[in-house]
Structure formats: C-alpha cells, structure tokens
C-alpha cells in the first residue's frame, strides 16, 4: 500500500507531530510511505526529516506559496501519478483541497482520507476556513476525528455521521529525547535549578488561553522561585508579554519563542500545565506525560480521555480561572502526588496512547477502505 501523508503548515506543531509519528510508524506495517508538505522553503522539511529519521519514508516539500496554487495542484496530481499512490492521507484544510483538487486531475484517482485535528473557528478567517473544509471533506473516502467533539463539530456542520472515525493520537513512548536529564533541559532554558518551573508549550493563540496562566502565577507573587516557561510563538506574544508586566510578574516568565528540541525542554518543568479553551487531543499533553511531567489540564476536547481528574493528573474548567490556581498551588506543595502523576501519567501514555497503536488503527481504516473501493 502506497500512502501520502500531505499535510500544510508554516512550523512543526501538534498536527505535524501526528504525522510525523505517524508516517514513522506505518512503515513498520508495511506500507510505503510519502510524506508531503505545503511549505514556502525547506525548512520545515528538514524538520520533517529530522523528526522521522526512517529512510523508508520519502519527504518531499511542494510549494505552499498562495491560498491555491495551480501550478501545486499540477505538482502532486503528477506525483500521485508517478508513484502509484492508493491513499492521500490529509491533515488540514489546506491540503485537503489541494488533495481533491489533485484527484480531479491525476488519473491514478487515490483514495483520499483526512483527520482533522481540530476546528477552532475563533476568527471570521478560521469560520471561512472551516465551512470550506466542511465542504471539501464531503467528498473524501473517509475522515477521521481525534475526539467526539471534533466528530461532533462535523456532524453538525453537514458531514455523514457513518464517515466519520474517531482514532486517538499517539507519541513515540522510546523517543530519547524525552530521557534528557532535567540538569540539561534546565541549562538549555537558563533557568536555575532550585527554581519551581510550570511549563506550558503551544502556539501563542486566544484559545491557548496563556492569559489565564499568567493570572494564576500572579497570585504566586511572594514565590519568588516560581517560574513560567512558555515555549512557542504567535499573534499572542506581544499581549502575553505586556499582561505580564501589568501583572508584575514579568520576571518570572521566560518566553522561548519556537523550538525544534521542544521534546527536550520537558524535562526542566515542575509541572505541565495545558490552559486551552479548545482542543482535539493535544499531543503536548501526551509528551509531557511520557516525559514524566505531572499535568494539570483545562477540561476540554479528548483530554478527559487521558487525564482522570486526581487520578494521573488535576482537571479545570476554563471558565473558572480559580481552579487553575488552586491546581498549581496543590502541586506546588505536594512532592509526592507529583511523584504520582508522573509515574501514573507515564503508564497512560504507554498503554494507550502510543504511535504504534495509532499506526494500526489508521492502517485497518486503509484497508477498509481499499476493500470497499475494491467492492464497488
């Protein structure tokens, strides 16, 4: 079985994560493996590269340049063409119509698949987005959802029911990077290693919600060794940092922007602390566990899937900022149920949440839906 994971984007992100650790592990079942991405230089290519490390999967960069490019369009019908691909494998929006589109053009006619990873719809921009995605997805072979509500959200926007696949995302549980003694992690964020460090790593958009973070850790204001990590960049940065300095807790966050050694940083945090208003199944979440991080989570999209509430970790609603504090105060000040989330958390993700099962999920969906186009 020929697959190409085609996948649009500007940095290396949770989607990006999934196909990446996804492409690696499908190649031990079998199947050959592309990887594609819609990208302006090589850059994210070589990251591409880098994080996969396979030399059976082929990563190749198609220009992303444009809303739609034409001449893209061409690109990949040719390389559907060329390689025999049975499947394209979609993550996004974008890549999605230009998937469609490719189809239309190449005479191989692959069959196409998409997981959507998550709708957010915060913006006029990304409500556009979503109900044009919303139409290209009705006329894929299949779709997969990370979390019910994700399911739910396209259910509601016109999508079948009975084409919709809930898969959870899984994580390379035996990545070394996630063994990097706390002692390097620290000395690669500079921070001292007496401080008490909350970690928090994610795009700096409105629904990451960062602001709330920044609320909490302002209570902390006589806790002169709590620290704030921040790893990731976006629209959010200037915000972020001009509510700290309002809050008086400017000295206390340390904003790294992006990183491509994120799963290095892990190590250097006290606790994990997600404060999305809005998520699929944040594979952040699932890092920080298999790295050994306590979590404390905002209860939203399929993260009550992963984290039981006191469990292997603490919950909060996000309309209810008060809980966020008093989650981080109770860990701050209790070693051992720290000790127990870690070790609880690690299970979790090894058990249940780990890139080979999410391989053999996603490969019996190719093969049920090769056989139901055979069967026509």
């Not at 995302?169 to 000395?187: C, H, M, Q, W, Y």
């Not at 970690?199 to 909490?216: D, F, M, Q, V, Y």
Request: hydrophobic share 40%; charged share 20%; glycine share 6%.
């Amino acid at each position: 079985m020929r697959i190409l994971q085609l996948i649009s984007s500007v940095f290396f992100f949770g989607a990006e994560r999934v196909t990446a650790e996804l492409s690696s592990a499908l190649s031990h079942h079998g199947a050959t493996v592309h990887v594609g991405i819609l990208a302006v230089n090589d850059d994210l290519e070589n990251i591409f590269k880098k994080v996969i490390n396979n030399s059976k999967v082929t990563v190749i960069r198609f220009n992303g340049q444009g809303t739609l490019n034409l001449k893209t369009i061409r690109s990949i019908s040719q390389y559907l063409k060329k390689n025999k691909i049975d499947i394209v494998h979609c993550h996004g929006y974008k890549s999605n119509l230009y998937a469609l589109f490719a189809r239309y053009l190449s005479q191989s006619s692959p069959l196409l698949i998409a997981t959507n990873h998550n709708w957010i719809g915060t913006t006029s921009r990304e409500f556009f987005y979503q109900k044009v995605d919303a139409i290209t997805l009705r006329f894929f072979d299949k779709i997969i959802a990370v979390s019910t509500d994700v399911k739910q959200q396209m259910i509601e926007a016109g999508i079948k029911a009975q084409q919709i696949y809930i898969i959870d995302n899984g994580i390379n549980v035996e990545d070394p990077a996630f063994k990097t003694p706390a002692t390097e992690s620290r000395l690669l964020l500079d921070i001292a290693q007496d401080d008490f460090v909350i970690g928090n790593i994610a795009r700096l958009t409105p629904e990451k919600n960062h602001l709330a973070l920044l609320h909490a850790l302002a209570k902390f204001k006589e806790t002169a060794n709590l620290k704030l990590v921040l790893v990731g960049d976006g629209p959010e940065y200037e915000t972020i940092k001009m509510t700290a300095r309002s809050l008086g807790v400017k000295d206390q966050i340390i904003m790294t922007g992006n990183r491509d050694d994120a799963r290095k940083l892990y190590s250097a945090f006290d606790i994990f602390v997600l404060s999305s208003t809005t998520e699929g199944l944040p594979m952040v979440l699932l890092e920080a566990m298999a790295a050994g991080i306590p979590i404390i989570s905002s209860q939203v999209g399929a993260v009550p899937n992963i984290i039981r509430d006191g469990k292997n970790g603490l919950l909060w609603m996000p309309d209810k900022p008060g809980e966020l504090y008093e989650a981080i105060k109770t860990l701050y000040k209790d070693s051992h149920l720290r000790k127990q989330f870690a070790e609880t958390g690690k299970e979790t993700v090894r058990h249940s949440f780990s890139s080979f099962f999410m391989a053999e999920e996603y490969y019996k969906q190719y093969k049920h839906c090769v056989m139901e186009e055979g069967g026509k």
